[in-house]
Protein backbone atom coordinates (compact mmCIF):
# COMPACT_ATOMS: atom_id res chain seq x y z
CA UNK A 1 0.00 0.00 0.00
CA UNK A 2 1.74 3.22 -1.24
CA UNK A 3 0.83 5.41 1.91
CA UNK A 4 2.97 2.60 4.28
CA UNK A 5 6.10 3.99 2.46
CA UNK A 6 5.65 7.53 3.94
CA UNK A 7 6.33 5.80 7.30
CA UNK A 8 9.51 4.38 6.91
CA UNK A 9 10.53 4.90 10.78
CA UNK A 10 8.64 2.12 11.70
CA UNK A 11 9.95 -0.37 8.81
CA UNK A 12 13.53 0.88 10.47
CA UNK A 13 11.91 -0.01 13.98
CA UNK A 14 10.59 -3.66 12.62
CA UNK A 15 13.92 -4.68 11.08
CA UNK A 16 16.18 -3.65 13.94
CA UNK A 17 13.73 -5.24 16.62
CA UNK A 18 11.57 -8.01 14.94
CA UNK A 19 14.31 -9.49 12.63
CA UNK A 20 15.78 -10.66 15.78
CA UNK A 21 13.14 -13.56 15.67
CA UNK A 22 16.12 -15.57 13.55
CA UNK A 23 18.28 -15.46 16.76
CA UNK A 24 14.45 -16.55 18.89
CA UNK A 25 15.11 -20.86 18.57
CA UNK A 26 18.98 -20.50 20.15
CA UNK A 27 17.20 -20.31 23.46
CA UNK A 28 17.30 -23.26 25.46
CA UNK A 29 14.43 -24.12 27.10
CA UNK A 30 16.31 -24.15 30.82
CA UNK A 31 16.84 -20.16 30.13
CA UNK A 32 15.16 -17.08 31.05
CA UNK A 33 11.69 -18.73 30.23
CA UNK A 34 11.83 -21.21 32.85
CA UNK A 35 12.50 -18.97 35.64
CA UNK A 36 9.98 -18.55 38.34
CA UNK A 37 10.89 -15.69 40.22
CA UNK A 38 9.58 -12.66 38.61
CA UNK A 39 13.34 -10.56 37.36
CA UNK A 40 14.17 -7.09 38.57
CA UNK A 41 14.33 -4.01 36.30
CA UNK A 42 17.72 -4.64 35.87
CA UNK A 43 17.04 -8.23 34.98
CA UNK A 44 14.35 -6.99 32.34
CA UNK A 45 16.85 -4.72 30.55
CA UNK A 46 17.46 -6.76 26.84
CA UNK A 47 16.19 -7.00 23.03
CA UNK A 48 13.01 -9.42 22.64
CA UNK A 49 11.42 -11.34 19.73
CA UNK A 50 7.13 -11.49 19.99
CA UNK A 51 6.50 -12.51 16.72
CA UNK A 52 4.00 -14.93 15.56
CA UNK A 53 1.97 -15.94 12.72
CA UNK A 54 0.93 -12.56 10.76
CA UNK A 55 2.81 -10.31 13.08
CA UNK A 56 6.32 -9.24 13.58
CA UNK A 57 7.21 -7.36 16.83
CA UNK A 58 9.88 -6.62 18.81
CA UNK A 59 10.90 -4.54 21.74
CA UNK A 60 14.11 -3.28 23.40
CA UNK A 61 14.51 -2.61 27.01
CA UNK A 62 17.51 -0.66 27.41
CA UNK A 63 19.52 -0.38 30.88
CA UNK A 64 19.03 3.65 31.10
CA UNK A 65 14.90 3.09 31.05
CA UNK A 66 14.02 3.79 27.69
CA UNK A 67 12.50 1.33 25.11
CA UNK A 68 11.98 0.86 20.95
CA UNK A 69 9.00 -0.89 19.83
CA UNK A 70 8.09 -2.35 16.61
CA UNK A 71 4.84 -4.55 14.87
CA UNK A 72 3.77 -5.19 11.33
CA UNK A 73 0.74 -6.64 11.01
CA UNK A 74 -0.42 -7.06 7.56
CA UNK A 75 -1.28 -3.48 6.35
CA UNK A 76 -0.61 -1.75 9.74
CA UNK A 77 3.16 -0.54 10.50
CA UNK A 78 3.82 1.15 14.14
CA UNK A 79 6.51 2.26 16.44
CA UNK A 80 7.10 3.88 19.76
CA UNK A 81 9.93 5.21 21.78
CA UNK A 82 10.33 5.90 25.51
CA UNK A 83 10.45 5.40 28.74
CA UNK A 84 9.90 2.04 30.71
CA UNK A 85 9.41 1.31 34.44
CA UNK A 86 8.78 -1.72 36.77
CA UNK A 87 5.27 -2.14 39.05
CA UNK A 88 5.16 -4.97 40.59
CA UNK A 89 4.41 -7.79 37.96
CA UNK A 90 4.08 -5.19 35.45
CA UNK A 91 6.29 -3.61 32.98
CA UNK A 92 4.65 -0.15 31.64
CA UNK A 93 5.51 1.88 28.31
CA UNK A 94 5.42 5.43 28.44
CA UNK A 95 5.84 6.55 24.69
CA UNK A 96 7.56 10.22 24.04
CA UNK A 97 5.23 13.01 23.33
CA UNK A 98 2.87 12.12 19.52
CA UNK A 99 1.08 14.56 17.49
CA UNK A 100 -2.06 12.16 17.01
CA UNK A 101 -3.42 12.37 13.27
CA UNK A 102 -6.61 14.87 12.68
CA UNK A 103 -9.43 15.43 10.38
CA UNK A 104 -10.69 18.81 10.23
CA UNK A 105 -14.07 19.77 9.15
CA UNK A 106 -12.88 22.67 6.75
CA UNK A 107 -16.78 23.62 4.82
CA UNK A 108 -19.61 22.76 3.64
CA UNK A 109 -21.29 24.68 0.61
CA UNK A 110 -24.34 24.20 -1.66
CA UNK A 111 -24.06 21.85 -5.11
CA UNK A 112 -25.42 21.97 -8.51
CA UNK A 113 -26.09 19.03 -9.24
CA UNK A 114 -28.24 17.92 -6.21
CA UNK A 115 -25.68 15.21 -5.11
CA UNK A 116 -23.60 15.54 -1.90
CA UNK A 117 -20.12 15.48 -2.31
CA UNK A 118 -16.86 14.56 -0.18
CA UNK A 119 -13.46 16.21 -0.72
CA UNK A 120 -10.82 15.38 1.24
CA UNK A 121 -7.80 17.05 1.42
CA UNK A 122 -5.10 13.88 1.55
CA UNK A 123 -1.14 13.93 1.53
CA UNK A 124 1.08 13.24 -1.62
CA UNK A 125 0.65 9.15 -2.12
CA UNK A 126 -2.19 9.00 -0.24
CA UNK A 127 -5.64 7.71 -1.76
CA UNK A 128 -9.16 7.93 -0.78
CA UNK A 129 -9.94 3.81 -1.33
CA UNK A 130 -7.86 3.84 2.54
CA UNK A 131 -10.83 5.98 3.92
CA UNK A 132 -14.61 5.04 4.85
CA UNK A 133 -17.40 7.43 5.61
CA UNK A 134 -20.67 7.21 7.74
CA UNK A 135 -23.36 9.39 7.11
CA UNK A 136 -25.95 10.02 9.82
CA UNK A 137 -29.10 10.95 8.62
CA UNK A 138 -32.12 12.47 10.23
CA UNK A 139 -34.06 9.69 10.67
CA UNK A 140 -31.72 8.14 12.50
CA UNK A 141 -30.13 5.69 9.84
CA UNK A 142 -26.22 5.84 8.71
CA UNK A 143 -25.12 5.17 5.43
CA UNK A 144 -21.65 5.08 3.57
CA UNK A 145 -18.75 2.70 2.92
CA UNK A 146 -15.45 2.50 1.01
CA UNK A 147 -14.45 5.93 -0.67
CA UNK A 148 -13.76 5.94 -4.26
CA UNK A 149 -10.68 7.53 -6.17
CA UNK A 150 -13.16 7.76 -9.44
CA UNK A 151 -15.83 9.64 -8.07
CA UNK A 152 -16.44 12.34 -4.99
CA UNK A 153 -20.37 11.43 -4.78
CA UNK A 154 -21.95 10.11 -1.77
CA UNK A 155 -24.81 7.98 -2.80
CA UNK A 156 -27.84 8.79 -0.87
CA UNK A 157 -31.57 7.72 -0.99
CA UNK A 158 -34.26 10.56 -2.32
CA UNK A 159 -35.14 12.13 1.15
CA UNK A 160 -32.06 11.15 3.07
CA UNK A 161 -30.98 14.21 4.89
CA UNK A 162 -27.33 14.53 5.80
CA UNK A 163 -26.85 15.60 9.61
CA UNK A 164 -23.38 13.77 10.43
CA UNK A 165 -20.35 12.99 8.84
CA UNK A 166 -17.27 10.67 10.61
CA UNK A 167 -14.56 9.58 8.80
CA UNK A 168 -12.22 6.34 9.64
CA UNK A 169 -9.16 5.12 8.31
CA UNK A 170 -9.61 1.16 9.32
CA UNK A 171 -5.69 -0.22 8.98
CA UNK A 172 -4.94 1.75 12.29
CA UNK A 173 -8.70 1.47 13.98
CA UNK A 174 -8.57 5.78 13.81
CA UNK A 175 -12.07 7.44 13.58
CA UNK A 176 -12.75 10.94 13.41
CA UNK A 177 -15.19 12.89 15.90
CA UNK A 178 -18.92 13.08 14.04
CA UNK A 179 -18.61 16.31 12.22
CA UNK A 180 -22.39 18.19 11.92
CA UNK A 181 -23.48 18.68 8.46
CA UNK A 182 -26.79 20.49 7.56
CA UNK A 183 -29.51 18.25 6.20
CA UNK A 184 -28.77 19.91 2.86
CA UNK A 185 -28.81 16.59 0.30
CA UNK A 186 -26.90 18.98 -2.78
CA UNK A 187 -23.74 19.94 -1.35
CA UNK A 188 -20.04 19.45 -1.15
CA UNK A 189 -18.21 18.90 2.60
CA UNK A 190 -14.76 19.31 2.46
CA UNK A 191 -12.72 17.68 4.67
CA UNK A 192 -8.68 17.64 5.38
CA UNK A 193 -6.75 14.65 7.20
CA UNK A 194 -3.54 15.26 8.48
CA UNK A 195 -1.26 12.12 9.31
CA UNK A 196 1.15 13.85 11.62
CA UNK A 197 2.70 11.09 13.97
CA UNK A 198 0.99 8.26 12.47
CA UNK A 199 2.25 4.66 12.99
CA UNK A 200 3.86 5.98 16.00
CA UNK A 201 2.08 4.72 19.48
CA UNK A 202 0.97 6.92 22.21
CA UNK A 203 1.33 4.32 24.70
CA UNK A 204 0.89 5.96 28.54
CA UNK A 205 1.75 3.64 31.03
CA UNK A 206 0.74 0.62 29.23
CA UNK A 207 1.43 -2.21 30.73
CA UNK A 208 2.85 -5.39 29.72
CA UNK A 209 2.88 -8.47 32.33
CA UNK A 210 5.88 -9.80 33.60
CA UNK A 211 5.58 -14.06 33.60
CA UNK A 212 9.35 -15.16 34.68
CA UNK A 213 11.28 -14.37 31.68
CA UNK A 214 8.94 -13.31 29.02
CA UNK A 215 6.98 -10.32 28.80
CA UNK A 216 3.17 -11.01 28.05
CA UNK A 217 0.89 -7.82 25.53
CA UNK A 218 -2.07 -7.58 24.39
CA UNK A 219 -2.36 -5.61 20.85
CA UNK A 220 -4.79 -5.51 18.53
CA UNK A 221 -6.93 -8.73 19.96
CA UNK A 222 -3.83 -10.45 20.16
CA UNK A 223 -1.97 -11.79 22.93
CA UNK A 224 1.67 -11.10 22.22
CA UNK A 225 4.97 -13.33 24.00
CA UNK A 226 7.56 -11.15 24.06
CA UNK A 227 10.86 -13.57 25.04
CA UNK A 228 14.00 -12.04 25.68
CA UNK A 229 16.93 -12.82 22.42
CA UNK A 230 20.18 -10.53 24.25
CA UNK A 231 20.96 -8.69 26.83
CA UNK A 232 21.15 -5.05 25.43
CA UNK A 233 22.85 -4.21 28.37
CA UNK A 234 26.17 -6.61 27.54
CA UNK A 235 25.91 -5.47 23.97
CA UNK A 236 29.68 -3.62 22.59
Given at each position: ????????????????????????????????????????????????????????????????????????????????????????????????????????????????????????????????QYFDAEIGLADGRFVGGQLSD????????????????????????????????DGTTASTVHVRFEPNDLGKVA??????????????????????????????????
Amino acid sequence: MGFITRHRSSRVAIAALAGLSLFAVAIPSSGVAGQTAQPGASQLVGIYDGHQMEMAVGLELKADGRFDYGLSYGALDESASGTWSVDGDRVLLTSDPVTAPRFTLLDQRPASDAKMHLVLDLPKGWTRQYFDAEIGLADGRFVGGQLSDDSDVISLASGDRPVSLRLALGVYELRSDAFRLDGTTASTVHVRFEPNDLGKVAFAKTPLRIDGGKLLFERYGRSIVFQRVSDSSKMK
